[in-house]
């Protein structure tokens, strides 16, 4: 069964401009964020971080994340999207799968000072996305050579990541403490009835404040995040309970209205809960089948 790398794999390098349909989002790809120039608050599930020159971030993917863009500011950026599955039976065969331990947790950011170690990783981003786009190239050249990058990316990853030993320590202006304890206390709650006035009383804040410094540091509305909040949670269930309910999930999640949850849901993702559920297990499954013949193939 062939892989199919479009779907597995998806790089760019330096993007410029700050797209529309850049919204609050998650998904299953692990993800290396890598910026370049301009100015972007970075908002990871409840955490905000200032970027700058040669931030990386590691993402599960599974955390809601989002980039905050002053209107008509630069943002030039690098990401590499990868299912993991992909890459695992190449790491076990070099017994390196550790170099996926720093994807293990929510998220990093890696800031250093390290100039040679940032223009390698850019340097790779580079190739990736110059293989990526090769017409030229039969699918299995594409697919290893892809790997084979991804490989080595890793491994630059980790040095720094070891190198530097840390999670940036970052210094909180009040507004982005604020913000952020806005944020997790949505993260606990939005599977109850929720409003601004329950979460300005419980973090001893003024309403309309509470309206505003999210806003203003994240570039969201407190109900955009709980919807946000509440869609994470049913892609989650979609494909971690495949036997449930989809009526069910969506009220374990926090919606009220079936009706109004099916619209929101194609609205946002772009096709029904259903056909979302059938296309993950698909993908998953054919992931596994790939592994399967590849792992049989290393066994020889």
Request: glycine share 4%; aromatic share 12%; hydrophobic share 35%.
């Amino acid at each position: 069964m062939r892989i199919i790398v479009d779907k597995l794999f998806s790089v760019k390098y330096q993007l410029s401009g700050n797209p529309d349909h850049q919204k609050l989002h998650s998904h299953e790809d692990f993800e290396i964020f890598m910026f370049h120039k301009g100015v972007c608050r970075y908002l990871i599930n409840n955490q905000i971080y200032d970027l700058q020159p040669g931030d990386i971030l590691l993402m599960d993917g599974l955390a809601l994340h989002k980039p905050n863009i002053p209107e008509e500011g630069e943002y030039i950026r690098s990401h590499i999207h990868f299912i993991p599955e992909v890459i695992e039976p190449v790491l076990h065969s070099m017994k390196a799968i550790e170099l996926l331990n720093v994807f293990h947790h929510s998220h990093y950011l890696i800031r250093t000072n390290n100039s040679q170690s940032i223009q390698q990783i850019e340097e790779i981003f580079k190739k990736m996305d110059h293989v990526d786009r090769c017409k030229s190239m039969m699918y299995s050249e594409k697919e290893w050579e892809l790997k084979f990058l991804l490989g080595q990316m890793l491994v630059w990853i980790n040095f720094l990541f070891r190198d530097d030993c840390l999670n940036v320590s970052k210094e909180f202006s009040s507004k982005a403490e604020h913000a952020e304890k806005i944020a997790s206390y949505i993260q606990h709650h939005f599977q109850d009835k929720i409003t601004i006035s329950e979460i300005a009383y419980n973090l001893c804040l003024n309403k309309s404040y509470v309206s505003h410094v999210f806003k203003e540091m994240t570039g969201y509305t407190i109900m955009e995040y709980v919807m946000a909040c509440r869609l994470k949670q049913v892609k989650y269930l979609l494909e971690a309970e495949e036997k449930k309910p989809v009526q069910e999930i969506a009220y374990e999640s926090g919606f009220e209205n079936i009706s109004h949850f099916s619209r929101y849901f194609k609205e946002k993702v772009g096709i029904t809960p259903r056909d979302y559920r059938k296309k993950r297990l698909e993908i998953y499954n054919n992931a596994n089948n790939d592994n399967s013949l590849h792992l049989s193939y290393l066994k020889r």
